[in-house]
């Protein structure tokens, strides 16, 4: 069983940064595709970031590319999403998601099989 937990959320300015950290437990970290998603309310979940098992390979929604980059240690079994530029329309509740998907990268919500509770980021106009 593989769990999830999401850090650095928090209140930003629009312009600001935020990092995100996810801390995964278990020992297969690094044979999942590991995604960032979001949810803002009286939305649908959205695809925001995506990165192969090896980190080589990463995959951005339009909206993020560009301001947003995903990385990950499988060392330290865990994975970043580095914001940038931060929009009002980025407020949301970011979570963490692992993929066992064959493909390199993985943007569907329902392929991924463990979740992290969430972190909330809201950016002030």
């Known amino acids: 069983q593989t769990q999830l937990v999401e850090s650095g959320g928090g209140l930003v300015q629009a312009g600001g940064s935020l990092r995100l950290s996810c801390a995964a437990s278990?020992?297969?970290?690094?044979?999942?595709?590991m995604g960032w998603f979001r949810q803002a309310p009286g939305k649908e979940r959205e695809f925001v970031a995506c990165i192969s098992r090896s980190g080589i390979i990463t995959y951005y929604a339009d909206s993020v590319k560009g301001r947003f980059t995903i990385s990950r240690d499988n060392v330290k079994n865990m994975v970043y999403l580095q914001m940038n530029s931060l929009k009002p329309e980025d407020t949301a509740v970011y979570y963490c998601a692992a993929s066992p998907s064959v493909g390199s990268i993985e943007t569907m919500w329902s392929q991924y099989n463990y979740w992290g509770q969430g972190t909330q980021v809201t950016v002030s106009s």
């Open positions: 278990g020992r297969t970290f690094s044979t999942y595709v």
